[in-house]
């Protein structure tokens, strides 16, 4: 269990005011006309929780972006991209040994590119695969210390390995995730959760919500203000005006009323009133059809989701490893794998590093787009 005064310590640091430059939404727009010179900052990794396969995954995508293929069937498993400078944040010597005990020791402790910096102090006998608040407290460091290096100017992007929510909770951070914690960071501007994968984006008006609340807090104001980030963004990521679908709520888009009235009464008059902002978004379209639509579509850039799962579910069938998590409307670039610590496998060498590793160049891309 934490001290209370560390706990303390890192409780404040969530609420310290953040300089004014990360408040001002044209800083990214700033931030893409000087990226000649923000190639050569790194990006800020945090560990994520210690009994998870955070670790794992983050060691394990280093490693392959940095070891030397010595034979055909290696080469396979070898990353060939130039390396991306990182600085990874959380207990060095604990990864190490990590590291040392996945037989990757080696290539990442002669790997210049990778910076190990101290933002907590892992048990050593913290038990695996099990919600604690030691662990909850270190992933809550390194994430706070991660974020407020891009914060500061040092690091260009963010990477999250997953953190456990009740680990999180037990520590005494009452957020539902990594998403809202960050937001409060960047003085709690109003944020959305984007799935990525290499066919299909898809946008949730709504995160860590029941489904009864999520319902509930459907609303002219909270759309919009949806549409606009995701405008917002993804223009910024894409250098263009991005191109939007609306799922829509009911069976068959409500059948013109006959299985709910939603479509009808606020979802197209809130298209129609986006429309004439100027955004370019089209809608609603049922859901059951909406992702095949805009599925390896070049005309479409997103799908906005009205819930959580309706916009997890196509993504997540479309593979687990490859499904990247970007916080939209933060002042940088986070992102994180799409999968969580994944307790039923932990310490077996199990955990597959393609999400974190599609994580990072997302992250390296769009923070120099």
Request: some cysteine; overall charge negative; aromatic content about 6%.
């Amino acid at each position: 269990m934490m001290e209370g005064q560390q706990r303390l310590v890192l409780q404040l640091a969530l609420r310290r005011e953040v300089p004014t430059m990360f408040s001002n939404p044209d800083f990214q727009t700033q931030q893409a006309t000087s990226a000649s010179t923000e190639h050569v900052k790194a990006l800020a990794l945090s560990m994520g929780d210690p009994a998870g396969i955070g670790p794992e995954v983050l060691l394990k995508a280093l490693h392959r972006l940095g070891a030397p293929a010595c034979s055909p069937s290696q080469a396979e498993q070898i990353d060939t991209e130039p390396k991306i400078a990182v600085r990874v944040f959380g207990d060095p010597e604990w990864l190490m040994q990590r590291a040392n005990e996945l037989g990757l020791g080696e290539v990442l402790q002669k790997a210049s590119w990778i910076q190990w910096e101290s933002a907590c102090l892992v048990p050593r006998t913290l038990p695996q695969g099990v919600a604690s608040a030691e662990g909850g407290a270190c992933a809550v460091a390194a994430v706070l210390a991660a974020a407020n290096a891009v914060i500061a100017g040092a690091c260009r992007a963010l990477v999250t390995a997953p953190l456990n929510k009740q680990a999180m909770h037990l520590a005494g951070f009452d957020y539902p995730g990594h998403t809202e914690l960050l937001a409060e960071l960047a003085d709690r501007c109003p944020v959305r959760m984007m799935l990525e994968h290499q066919h299909l984006r898809t946008v949730l008006h709504s995160i860590h919500l029941s489904l009864r609340q999520a319902l509930d807090a459907l609303d002219r104001a909270s759309l919009l203000e949806t549409f606009s980030i995701a405008d917002r963004a993804l223009g910024r990521m894409l250098g263009r005006r991005p191109r939007l679908l609306l799922a829509a709520l009911n069976p068959h888009a409500g059948e013109a009323g006959a299985f709910g009235r939603e479509e009808i009464e606020l979802l197209s008059p809130c298209i129609s009133q986006a429309q004439a902002q100027g955004f370019s978004i089209l809608g609603p379209y049922a859901a059951d059809s909406v992702f095949a639509m805009a599925w390896d579509n070049p005309e479409v850039d997103a799908v906005i989701a009205l819930y959580h799962d309706q916009g997890l579910i196509p993504i997540k069938l479309l593979g687990m490893d490859l499904g990247v998590n970007i916080t939209l409307g933060l002042p940088f670039v986070r992102s994180s794998p799409d999968h969580g610590t994944a307790f039923d496998i932990v310490g077996r060498g199990l955990a597959r590093e393609d999400s974190f590793l599609a994580a990072m160049r997302a992250a390296h891309r769009y923070s120099l787009a």
